[in-house]
Nanobody
Framework: QVQLVESGGGLVQPGGSLRLSCAASGLTFSLYRMNWYRQAPGKARELVAGISSAGSSPNYADSVKGRFTISRDNSKNTVYLQMNSLKAEDTAVYYC????????????WGQGTQVTVSS
C-alpha cells in the first residue's frame, strides 16, 4: 500500500531553519505531483508548496515565498521542504501529499510532522 512518511519536524527558535523530508513507497513516485500542507490548531489545512512530477514549476503560498523551498529526488522517492527564517506563525503539523489525476483522482497523505517555532 502507499506510504508517505514525514520526518524532520521539531522545535526551533524564530529565525531558525528546518528541513522536512517525506519518503514515499508503494507508488510510482515520479508520476505524482507532491505537495506540502500544514494545519495549525483551530485552522483549516492549507497548501504550503507544491512541485510537479518532474521537479519543475514549484509553487508556494504567499506566506512562505522567499523562505521555503520545495524539492524532490525521484531516485530516492523523497520530497523535501527547506524552511528558513521560521516564524511563530509557521507552527503547525506539516503533511506530505501525493497527487495524481489521470483516469481517477488519487490523493495520498502522510501522518504529519509537528513543527513548533518558539523562543
Amino acid at each position: 500500500q502507499v506510504q508517505l512518511v514525514e520526518s524532520g519536524g521539531g522545535l526551533v527558535q524564530p529565525g531558525g531553519s528546518l528541513r522536512l523530508s517525506c519518503a514515499a513507497s508503494g507508488l510510482t513516485f515520479s508520476l505524482y505531483r507532491m505537495n506540502w500542507y500544514r494545519q495549525a490548531p483551530g485552522k483549516a489545512r492549507e497548501l504550503v508548496a507544491g512541485i510537479s512530477s518532474a521537479g519543475s514549476s514549484p509553487n508556494y503560498a504567499d506566506s512562505v515565498k522567499g523562505r521555503f523551498t520545495i524539492s524532490r529526488d525521484n531516485s530516492k522517492n523523497t520530497v523535501y521542504l527547506q524552511m528558513n527564517s521560521l516564524k511563530a506563525e509557521d507552527t503547525a503539523v506539516y503533511y506530505c501529499n501525493a497527487q495524481r489525476a489521470v483516469v481517477k483522482i488519487e490523493n495520498y497523505w502522510g501522518q504529519g510532522t509537528q513543527v513548533t517555532v518558539s523562543s
